[in-house]
């Protein structure tokens, strides 16, 4: 594939977002070069193969800013006085404080759009990157009042280019649609993953997926979520608000209960809470963040041993059986872990029969 991008590209900020932009684009043999405040974080991007380490007196023709958000504002600023002629975009995770920020320091906007790809980790710095992080994701595009046409076109071709899905938002919607989606979801993870550091430690040797499920995020780097949590404040608080009045409600009726399981009110709103979280759910799009649709699960016993998840792909790919998805579930201390093979659902009876021909121990039927 060719690129529709013109180098060279400026990326400043090689962190997982910088270095993974970075090398989507050297794939397609752009020119690339890189700056970081962080002599080692460039040097880790370089190795990573993110592009070379800008010299003095580039001068580029795009400008991806990946720093963290408190800081982007005047990266972004610094970067529009130094390359007169360059489109300037970043990445950050909130758009309206950025745009807000720009305007009060009088930066010339209109070789500016804001951007936001919907994809990441919860591992921040280069050894996290990944040239296809963005593939098939969403990637708004924000542009300011002020925007000319030709940016706007620029950066939804750098979109394109890596692979992801591009998207035009206003930049008040978005950071309305970010506290939703990404940042409360962040912060939940979070606070349920702190009240494990209060439970003791014979509890946690009954950790299950669904914990693990719910706490991936919790992993995440807390400084660049305080700057993002800090740039979108409002309307995160607004949805944690419309949460805490369901947990205020839940917890009522838990104490009335005072140990009832059939107090009056209690399963009416055990049930409420549960079906209301079914329907949410019901509401996420699929994986290629279109209509939701079902994949098939074929869940397979893997031993928890070398080469087994290995020779588990090799053989579905023998099979023909695209993986759509998977997850390995772990029990602490047991030899075994359950392979959760999402696939399309014609081709889950196959999927079975074949690996039950070559020996696994296929777990489910009535997926
Ligand atoms: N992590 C994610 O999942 C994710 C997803 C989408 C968007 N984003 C956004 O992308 C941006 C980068 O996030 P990340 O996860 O790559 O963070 P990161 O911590 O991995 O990388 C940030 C990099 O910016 C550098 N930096 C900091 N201040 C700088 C400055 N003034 N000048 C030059 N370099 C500077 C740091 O040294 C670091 O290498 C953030 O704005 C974040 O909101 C993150
Ligand atoms: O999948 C993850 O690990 C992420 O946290 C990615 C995620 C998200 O919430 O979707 C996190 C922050 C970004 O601004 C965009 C993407």
Redesign the pocket.
Known sequence: MSAQTTGPVLIVGTGLLGTSIGMALRRLGVEVELADASPSALALARDMGAGMIAHEGVDPALVVVATPPDVTARVIDEALREHPRAIVTDVA?VKTIIARELEACGADTTRYVGS???????RSGAGAADADLFRQRPWVIAPVAGSAERAIRIVRSLALDVGALPLDYRAEDHDAA?AC??HV??LMASLLAASLTRAPQEALGLSGQGLRDST??AH?DPRLWAA?VGGNSREIAEVLRGISRDLLDLLHSLDSAAGDPLAPGLVAQVTKVLEAGNDGVERIPGKHGGAPRRYAEVSVLVPDTPGHLGRLFTELGEADVNIEDFALEHSAGAPMGVGRVLVDPAAAAPARAWLTDHGWTVLDGAH
């Open positions: 995770s936001h790809p919907m994809a990441g980790r919860e970010v989606v990404s979801p962040q991936r995020i995440s993002i």
